[in-house]
């Protein structure tokens, strides 16, 4: 086989799922790029969604979770936060294309003229944008992980499907690879597991043309051989091809098991790479840390979508890094946070925990529970953490029970408020582009919004600047209000301290109380910079805090 180091050509795995959604298809390809790197090799990945939105930024959490930013300010879905977390790959704008994005830019070059008059059609207009945005990350990694969203049959990935399909002629079998993830349930009643929902599925893929590589069966009982042979059998594989992924205890077990099943050989024989043996042992050592805690805190997270926690799901991977990192087992209390608006009842939703984080959002449903619960960390010295809308609101309630301004507020939340402490900002510098941002209420939805990566200095002897150890930092934003300059020094003079600012000292970016064990706001998402093996600073001295709350 040819030698990873002397192979300048990307191959490219191509990643389909079938039966039915939420299977893991983001979690396996990203374990399967851990597995990748652990031999050497260097990995990006790319997620083709089906969808018409031009991206997931203005869609409702509760259809499609979390929407997961990238350093360049690309609102993508939130299988890039598997790929980041679980690999070295950095995600941009060229790593997540929608139906919507490729029908966009082919409509686009049809009113330049771009197609000479010709009849625009899915083939090979659409499926040919489809190429070419695959195809842009040749020569960047040695290999390439693209997954399809949606399910195999979907109307409306079939245009992906066909994409593909071609590929694997342009780029040559030995370059290319199909992995299809489908589902082998077992049947309770009866006691058996059934391949037909699988042998269906093959059928579907082989009837757009394509013929699997290499099956990843979902089940909760181990296939024996006799049943990999069988699935193989009906689905012109050999039995080495077939993969249990069986469910596991926890996420970070993924790239153990599919290595045990001998995937990433798989992998190397059929795209002709030779690698030495992979360092699997940060994995091992990684589920060893996950399984064996030597303490638990309880974590409340007062949220608006709580009943679909996908919505968190960066932020739910950040404090299990942060526990991590202080050999802790975080224990999440899901809160509604329309319920804590009550006062009677929300001590005793809040009773026990040993900190509070309150996360971003938008929209003022459920915002005075959250205000509530500030109030709650503040006065009852529980340790806080405040993330976008949290932070907003920490500067919120600070104003209002603190400073004494009364009915101070956002105005998201309030345009009459006679104490605006957060504001939507007319004109602010953005460093990542070196211009000079306008915008106001009329401006497009998404084009009012701070996106991706900014820097921020940091103040000396602050909770921010000790969990960092470095006066500047760079941080991804998604959020459209700002804290209002007119109310800092009146603020500060109350007590708040300013710890981390825009360079040029114009955007308040973190907000701290000194005389608190642990309470911190910040405007950025520091969730979508966390890795399990490298936890983010903030999370991990939070959760440090709520341990030693706990023991006080």
């Given at each position: 086989m040819k030698s990873a180091s002397t192979n300048q050509k990307t191959k490219f795995i191509f990643v389909t799922g079938g039966v039915l959604s939420s299977?893991?298809?983001?979690?396996?390809?990203?374990?399967?790029?851990?597995?990748?790197?652990?031999?050497?090799?260097?990995?990006?990945?790319?997620?083709?969604?089906?969808?018409?939105?031009v991206d997931p930024g203005t869609m409702n959490p509760f259809q499609h979770g979390e929407v997961y930013v990238t350093d360049d300010g690309a609102e993508t879905d939130l299988d890039m936060g598997h790929y980041e977390r679980y690999t070295n790959a950095?995600?941009?704008?060229?790593?997540?294309?929608?139906?919507?994005?490729?029908?966009?830019?082919?409509?686009?070059?049809?009113?330049?003229?771009?197609?000479?008059?010709?009849?625009?059609?899915?083939?090979?207009?659409?499926?040919?944008?489809?190429?070419?945005?695959?195809?842009?990350?040749?020569?960047?990694?040695?290999?390439?992980?693209i997954e399809i969203g949606g399910t195999v049959g979907d109307i409306?990935?079939?245009?992906?499907?066909?994409?593909?399909?071609?590929l694997?002629?342009?780029?040559?079998?030995?370059?290319?690879?199909?992995?299809?993830?489908?589902?082998?349930?077992?049947?309770?009643?009866?006691?058996?597991?059934?391949?037909?929902?699988?042998?269906?599925?093959?059928?579907?893929?082989?009837?757009d043309g394509i013929q699997p590589d290499i099956l990843v069966c979902r089940t909760e009982a181990p296939l024996t051989d006799d049943l990999k042979r069988k699935i193989g059998l009906f689905c012109s594989l050999n039995t080495d091809a077939v993969i249990t992924a069986i469910g596991v205890e926890s996420i970070?077990?993924?790239?153990?098991?599919?290595?045990?099943?001998?995937?990433?050989?798989?992998?190397?024989?059929?795209?002709?790479?030779?690698?030495?043996?992979?360092?699997?042992?940060p994995w091992q050592d990684l589920a060893h840390r996950i399984k064996n805690p030597a303490d638990t805190v309880v974590i409340a997270m007062p949220?608006?979508?709580?009943?679909?926690?996908?919505?968190?799901?960066?932020?739910?991977?950040?404090?299990?890094?942060?526990?991590?990192?202080?050999?802790?087992?975080?224990?999440?209390?899901?809160?509604?946070?329309?319920?804590?608006?009550?006062?009677?009842?929300?001590?005793?939703?809040?009773?026990g925990c040993h900190g509070i984080l309150v996360p971003g959002g938008f929209g003022e449903r459920g915002v005075e529970g959250k205000?509530?619960?500030?109030?709650?960390?503040?006065?009852?010295?529980?340790?806080?953490?405040?993330?976008?809308?949290?932070?907003?609101?920490?500067?919120?309630?600070?104003?209002?029970?603190?400073?004494?301004?009364?009915?101070?507020?956002?105005?998201?939340?309030?345009?009459?408020?006679?104490?605006?402490?957060?504001?939507?900002?007319?004109?602010?510098?953005?460093?990542?582009?070196?211009?000079m941002q306008v915008r106001d209420e009329t401006s497009d939805m998404g084009g009012t919004l701070r996106l991706g990566a900014y820097p921020c200095a940091l103040r000396e002897d602050t909770l921010a600047r000790t969990a960092y150890e470095t006066d500047e930092i760079s941080e991804r934003h998604r959020h459209r209000f700002e804290f209002n300059n007119d109310y800092r020094a009146q603020l500060e003079e109350a007590g708040l301290t300013i710890s981390g600012t825009s360079p040029d000292n114009n955007l308040v970016e973190i907000v701290e109380i000194q005389d608190h064990p642990w309470f911190l706001g910040c405007q950025f998402h520091p969730e979508f910079k966390s890795k399990p093996m490298r936890p983010h600073?903030?999370?991990r001295d939070f959760i440090a805090a709520a341990l030693k709350k706990k023991h006080d």
């Open positions: 299977l893991g298809k983001g979690l396996a390809a990203a374990a399967i790029g851990a597995l990748l790197e652990s031999r050497g090799l260097t990995v990006t990945f790319q997620k083709l969604d089906p969808y018409i939105n950095v995600m941009a704008q060229k790593n997540n294309y929608t139906s919507g994005r490729i029908y966009y830019s082919v409509i686009t070059k049809e009113r330049r003229g771009e197609y000479l008059g010709g009849t625009v059609q899915v083939i090979p207009h659409i499926t040919d944008e489809i190429k070419r945005a695959v195809r842009q990350l040749e020569g960047s990694v040695d290999v390439a992980i409306e990935g079939l245009p992906f499907i066909e994409a593909i399909r071609q694997r002629g342009d780029l040559g079998r030995e370059n290319s690879l199909f992995i299809h993830l489908t589902l082998v349930p077992y049947i309770k009643t009866a006691g058996e597991v059934k391949t037909k929902p699988t042998q269906h599925s093959v059928r579907e893929l082989r009837a970070y077990d993924v790239p153990l098991h599919l290595h045990a099943e001998g995937l990433d050989t798989k992998i190397l024989e059929l795209l002709n790479i030779w690698t030495g043996q992979p360092n699997i042992k949220g608006k979508y709580v009943d679909l926690t996908e919505s968190y799901k960066s932020l739910h991977e950040s404090l299990v890094h942060g526990g991590l990192a202080n050999n802790v087992k975080v224990e999440i209390r899901y809160i509604n946070a329309e319920d804590l608006e009550n006062k009677n009842t929300a001590a005793s939703l809040l009773d205000i509530r619960a500030i109030t709650y960390a503040r006065e009852h010295s529980i340790p806080f953490f405040g993330i976008c809308l949290g932070m907003q609101l920490a500067v919120v309630e600070y104003a209002r029970n603190v400073a004494k301004l009364d009915k101070a507020n956002s105005t998201e939340l309030d345009s009459i408020t006679p104490h605006p402490v957060i504001y939507l900002i007319k004109e602010w510098f953005d460093y990542r582009r070196n211009i600073p903030l999370f």
